[in-house]
């Protein structure tokens, strides 16, 4: 058995919706973003799609599988920082940051001191936007989340981080990847290359029937088809040479801030 992190946020539908739910080899558990790092940090599970961030904090004990992440190269749409001043504006002011991602939250800080030259002081909520706009002047939220939040049209700027992101750098930027510890190559390396295969074969199938995944959401969440085909058309959920060039250019970033003890290399299994 494979205990796999399931990550419930519209966004990762694509890898899920078509993924065995009684495969005897998959056990799934549910979870945010940060829940999964830390489940997989602490042997709760095997393998999950995990923050890029996460694996920058493991990289000498992780290994990503090929081919799948989450990524966008420009506008993402549900990593969002709403702010009652432009970004120019937030030093020595407070951000809320979301306690569901770690990806993310790294992100803003870059964006912020790196490319804008501005400090806030940072509290970390639950992601409720209405709370987080009483103790602090910009907040971010992340998945279904940042998506309520936007449709229900803030009095406030809303900035896209991904947008954010390709302005400054001009790259792609990836927000998640799928890792496990390496030690499990020695002990269950069939296993591994068993889930892996299902796992491409689910994302085959979500991108041929992405109309399935657009009703799901639109079910879920609301909003019209029209937002969930435009929404899901920024995504690649790939890992490409280019995209592969953004991830280095993140976590090399998160290092150069010191917000990652050490620059991270970037392995893969299995190897093709």
């Not at 890898?15 to 558990?29: A, G, N, V």
């Not at 406030?156 to 510890?181: K, N, Q, R």
């Not at 979500?206 to 909003?223: E, F, H, P």
């Amino acid at each position: 058995m494979i205990r796999i992190g399931h990550n419930p946020n519209t966004n990762m539908l694509p890898m899920f919706h078509f993924l065995s739910k009684d495969h005897p080899l998959l056990e799934s558990i549910s979870a945010e973003p940060t829940g999964h790092n830390a489940m997989l940090a602490d042997g709760r599970i095997d393998m999950a799609p995990i923050s890029a961030f996460s694996f920058g904090e493991h990289w000498s004990d992780y290994a990503i599988l090929p081919n799948l992440s989450v990524s966008t190269k420009g506008r993402v749409g549900s990593i969002l920082l709403f702010s009652k001043v432009p970004l120019k504006d937030l030093d020595a002011l407070t951000v809320a940051l979301t306690d569901s991602s770690a990806t993310s939250v790294n992100l803003t800080k870059i964006l912020l001191h790196h490319f804008y030259g501005v400090v806030p002081h940072y509290v970390t909520m639950s992601s409720d936007l209405q709370k987080m706009f009483v103790k602090a002047d910009a907040a971010l939220l992340i998945g279904d989340a940042a998506i309520q939040a936007a449709l229900n049209k803030p009095d406030c700027y809303i900035y896209d981080l991904g947008e954010e992101w390709f302005h400054h750098t001009h790259c792609s930027m990836t927000y998640a990847v799928w890792a496990f510890p390496k030690k499990l190559i020695l002990e269950r390396e069939e296993e591994i290359k068993t889930v892996y295969r299902l796992l491409l074969d689910a994302k085959a199938k979500a991108l041929s029937n992405m109309g399935d995944i657009v009703k799901t959401c639109q079910t879920m969440l609301g909003g019209s088809l029209d937002f969930w085909r435009d929404y899901f058309n920024q995504f690649n959920y790939g890992l490409d040479h280019n995209l592969l060039s953004g991830l280095r250019k993140y976590l090399d970033l998160c290092f150069e801030q010191n917000l990652l003890a050490s620059r991270p290399i970037l392995r893969f299994w299995p190897e093709e």
